[in-house]
């Protein structure tokens, strides 16, 4: 996928699995609620008055296809936010067109994270902000055993779906 800048905001130091041209900024303390708001203050940062779009880690079957024409630039006119539903009531994605630390601020800290109205709060506090939200697909996050064989199975040519069988295959056992 296109983009200006790759920022990757981590706890810890990244090894040789890191592909050239992202930028590492440590990840700060407290709970994801501060962290994903503190993400977004490094992006504006980084790159102020230019839009960012914060992905979890834990949807292996997006692909830039799904987010190519929804952020494409002749789309993104009256667009403030972007947010990515996951099918467990959470999100897998949120963008601000112009993010700063004090609107990421508003709208995360002391939001409940993985429970199932996070994000109906999200979008509350979206509109409470009186932004104008474009909903991209809404996807399955993996967070059990269950939602890793929904995904692959929904993905069964992905990287993720055969790391998985080769996880699930198991050696014969010699009699």
Same mark, same amino acid.
């Given at each position: 996928?296109? !983009?200006?800048?790759?920022?990757?905001?981590?706890?810890?130091?990244p090894g040789?699995?890191?592909?050239?041209?992202?930028?590492?900024?440590?990840?700060?303390?407290?709970?994801?609620?501060?962290?994903? =708001?503190d993400a977004f203050a490094h992006a504006a940062r980084l790159a102020p008055g230019s839009p960012a779009l914060l992905v979890g880690m834990d949807t292996p079957q997006l692909d830039a296809a799904t987010l190519s024409e929804p952020l494409s630039a002749v789309r993104r006119p009256g667009v403030d936010a972007w947010y990515g539903p996951a099918a467990d009531g959470g999100f897998w994605a949120l963008g601000?067109?112009?993010?700063? !630390?004090e609107l990421a601020a508003r709208l995360l800290h002391d939001v409940p994270m993985s429970t199932p109205d996070t994000g109906a709060v999200l979008l509350r506090r979206l509109a409470e902000a009186r932004l104008a939200v474009h909903r991209l697909p809404v996807l399955?996050?993996?967070?059990?055993?269950?939602? !890793?064989?929904?995904? !692959?199975?929904?993905?069964?040519g992905s990287r993720f779906a055969a790391r998985l069988r080769a996880l699930?295959? =198991?050696?014969?056992?010699a009699s």
């Open positions: 996928m296109p !983009a200006g800048r790759r920022l990757l905001v981590l706890d810890g130091d040789d699995w890191l592909p050239p041209g992202w930028t590492v900024v440590p990840q700060c303390d407290g709970g994801l609620d501060r962290r994903l =708001a601000l067109a112009r993010p700063t !630390a399955t996050d993996v967070d059990t055993a269950d939602d !890793a064989r929904q995904v !692959a199975a929904e993905s069964p699930t295959t =198991a050696p014969e056992v």
